[in-house]
T-cell receptor, first 114, second 120 residues
Framework: QKEVEQDPGPLSVPEGAIVSLNCTYS??????FMWYRQYSRKGPELLMY??SSGNKEDGRFTAQVDKSSKYISLFIRDSQPSDSATYLC??????????????WGLGTSLAVNP | DVKVTQSSRYLVKRTGEKVFLECVQD?????MFWYRQDPGLGLRLIYF???????EKGDIPEGYSVSREKKERFSLILESASTNQTSMYLC???????????????????FGEGSRLTVL
C-alpha cells in the first residue's frame, strides 16, 4: 500500500461547480499537509498548507484535514476555467529529514469547462 | 519573487549520451532537489542536497549523479542516457525546515518550470 493515495482523475466539472479533491494516507505521524497546483508544462506551486487537523480557508479554497480518518480534502468553490490544473497533495512528519521525506500523491487532473 | 531556473525546457538526446541538467535558485535556499515526474508514477525524488557539496540519494538515484559546487546551483547528470530516462525533470529548492520564515516553517518547495528530456 502506498503511503499516500490520490485518485488521478481526470475530473471534469462545469464552471461554478464545487470541486472536492481528496487524499488518503497511512502514516499517522504525518503532521504537515500541503496542496500544490501544477499548470500544464509548469512546475508545481504551493496552494494551501495545514498543520495537524482542522480547516483552512483562502478565498475560494478550503483545505481540510481529518487525522482520525487519515483523509485530507481540498474544496474549490465557484470553480473557474483558470482552476484547470493538476492538484497534488503532499505531506510529511514533524521531523522529515529536512524536507527529504516529503511524500507526494500522484495528483488529480481537473478541467473546469466554461 | 522566488525564482528557480532550469537551463533547458526541452532536450532530445541519444542513448549513451551524457546529459547535464542545470538548476539555479536566487532565494538563498539551503535545500535543493531533483525530481522526475512520470504519468501514473507521480513525483519521485532522485537526489537531495542540503548544502554545498552535500548530497543524499533519493528514491530513484540509479543512473543519475548530482553536483552542487555553489549554494545557488544544483546540477543533475545522466552519465549514459537510456530510453527509460525519458521524463519531465523538475528542480526545486527550499529553506531548511524550521528556519524562521513562513516558508521555512511550512517547508514550501519552489519549483522550476521543468526540463522535458527525450532519449532516443
Amino acid at each position: 500500500q502506498k503511503e499516500v493515495e490520490q485518485d488521478p482523475g481526470p475530473l471534469s466539472v462545469p464552471e461554478g461547480a464545487i470541486v472536492s479533491l481528496n487524499c488518503t494516507y497511512s502514516n499517522s505521524a504525518f503532521q504537515y499537509f500541503m496542496w500544490y497546483r501544477q499548470y500544464s508544462r509548469k512546475g508545481p506551486e504551493l496552494l494551501m498548507y495545514t498543520y495537524s487537523s482542522g480547516n483552512k480557508e483562502d478565498g475560494r479554497f478550503t483545505a481540510q484535514v481529518d487525522k482520525s480518518s487519515k483523509y485530507i480534502s481540498l474544496f474549490i468553490r465557484d470553480s473557474q476555467p483558470s482552476d484547470s490544473a493538476t492538484y497534488l497533495c503532499a505531506m510529511r512528519e514533524d521531523n522529515a529529514g529536512n524536507n527529504r521525506k516529503l511524500i507526494w500523491g500522484l495528483g488529480t487532473s481537473l478541467a473546469v469547462n466554461p | 519573487d522566488v525564482k528557480v531556473t532550469q537551463s533547458s525546457r526541452y532536450l532530445v538526446k541519444r542513448t549513451g549520451e551524457k546529459v547535464f541538467l542545470e538548476c539555479v535558485q536566487d532565494m538563498d535556499h539551503e535545500n535543493m532537489f531533483w525530481y522526475r515526474q512520470d504519468p501514473g508514477l507521480g513525483l519521485r525524488l532522485i537526489y537531495f542536497s542540503y548544502d554545498v557539496k552535500m548530497k543524499e540519494k533519493g528514491d530513484i538515484p540509479e543512473g543519475y549523479s548530482v553536483s552542487r559546487e555553489k549554494k545557488e546551483r544544483f546540477s543533475l547528470i545522466l552519465e549514459s542516457a537510456s530510453t527509460n530516462q525519458t521524463s519531465m525533470y523538475l528542480c526545486a529548492s527550499s529553506f531548511f525546515l524550521g528556519r524562521g520564515t513562513t516558508a521555512g516553517i511550512t517547508g514550501e518547495l519552489f519549483f522550476g518550470e521543468g526540463s522535458r528530456l527525450t532519449v532516443l
